[in-house]
C-alpha cells in the first residue's frame, strides 16, 4: 500500500497517478498556515514561502479527482490548519465521502470555539477528525501550542461532536522529549471521553535538535514507556499494535 503527501504548493506538471497507481492513501496539505505557534513545527515558516501559490479549490478538485479515479482508499485533510480554509476543505470531504473514500481530518482545533463551524463541520462529516494534543496538562499544551484555552478548546469540541455526531474521534501527539512521558496518561486521559484512535508521529524537522529523543530517551520510551502504553491499551479493550 502506497501513501503520497501533496502540499499546498501549485505542482509543476501533471500528478502522476494512473489506473494501475499503488497510491491508496493520500495526505492533502490544504494550507501551510496555522493560528497555533508550536516551536517543533515549521508551517509558520513554510506559510511565509509559498503563501502565494496555494492551490485554488478548482485546482484541488482536480487533483482530487484524479486520486478518486486511481483508486485512493483513504485521503488525510491537514495544513497548517485545514479549517482556515473551510470552503476548500468542506468541499474535498463532500467529494471523497461521496465517492467511498475514508476521509481523515486532522485540526489543532484552535478555531472550533465558534459553535458554527463546528456544526458545519459535523455537517460535512468526515469519517474521523483527529486533534493534535501535545501534553496530558493543559497549561503545557497551550504553552506548548502558545495558545491559551486551547486545551479547554479541544475538549469542548470534542465532547460536542460526540453527542451530536457518529463521527470516530482521533489525537495525534508529537513525541518531543518534553512530553514523551506522558503519553500514557494521555491516552487514558482521552479515552476516557470517547477517543478511539491515537497516533504518535515524531518531529519532521528539529533543525537545533532541541526536542527530538536523546539515546537516552529513546531507551526509555522502549523498555518503559512502550510498555506501559501497551497495559492501557489492553485495559481499554483497544487493539494492541501487531
Given amino acids: 500500500m502506497g501513501m503520497c503527501r501533496i502540499s499546498t504548493q501549485k505542482i509543476m506538471g ?32 513554510k506559510n511565509i514561502k509559498v503563501n502565494k501559490f496555494l492551490l485554488n479549490k478548482c485546482e484541488w478538485r482536480k487533483i482530487s479527482n484524479d486520486l478518486i479515479a486511481s483508486g485512493i482508499k483513504n485521503v488525510v485533510l491537514s495544513g ?16 471523497f465521502r461521496a465517492n467511498n473514500v475514508y476521509v481523515v481530518l486532522i485540526t489543532s482545533g484552535v478555531l472550533l470555539d465558534k459553535i458554527s463551524l ?14 493534535s494534543i501535545d501534553h496530558a496538562d ?8 502558545n ?3 486551547l486545551f479547554s478548546k479541544i475538549e469542548k469540541s470534542i465532547s460536542y461532536v460526540l453527542e451530536k455526531s457518529d463521527i470516530s474521534i482521533g489525537i495525534r501527539t508529537v513525541l518531543t522529549r ?11 486521559k482521552f479515552a476516557g471521553i470517547g477517543v478511539t484512535c491515537f497516533k504518535i508521529i515524531q518531529i519532521e524537522n528539529d533543525r537545533e535538535k532541541e526536542y527530538v529523543l536523546s539515546y537516552d530517551d529513546l ?8 510498555t506501559d502504553v501497551y497495559k492501557i491499551i489492553k485495559m481499554l479493550s483497544f487493539e494492541e499494535p501487531s
Avoid: M, Q, W
Fill in 147 to 149: 495558545c491559551d484555552g
Fill in 80 to 95: 497548517g490548519e485545514p479549517l482556515l480554509r473551510p470552503d476548500i476543505t468542506f468541499d474535498l470531504i463532500d467529494l
Fill in 14 to 45: 501533471r500528478l502522476l497517478i494512473g489506473e494501475n497507481s499503488l497510491i491508496r492513501e493520500a495526505c492533502l496539505k490544504i494550507t501551510e498556515a496555522c493560528p497555533c505557534d508550536c516551536g517543533f513545527c515549521d508551517s509558520k515558516y
Fill in 138 to 145: 493543559p497549561v503545557l499544551h497551550d504553552k506548548s501550542r
Fill in 178 to 188: 518534553y512530553n514523551y512521558l506522558e503519553l500514557p496518561t494521555i491516552i487514558k
Fill in 219 to 226: 531507551k526509555k520510551f522502549c523498555y518503559e514507556i512502550k
Fill in 118 to 131: 463546528l456544526d458545519d463541520l459535523i455537517y460535512a462529516h468526515p469519517n474521523l477528525i483527529v486533534f
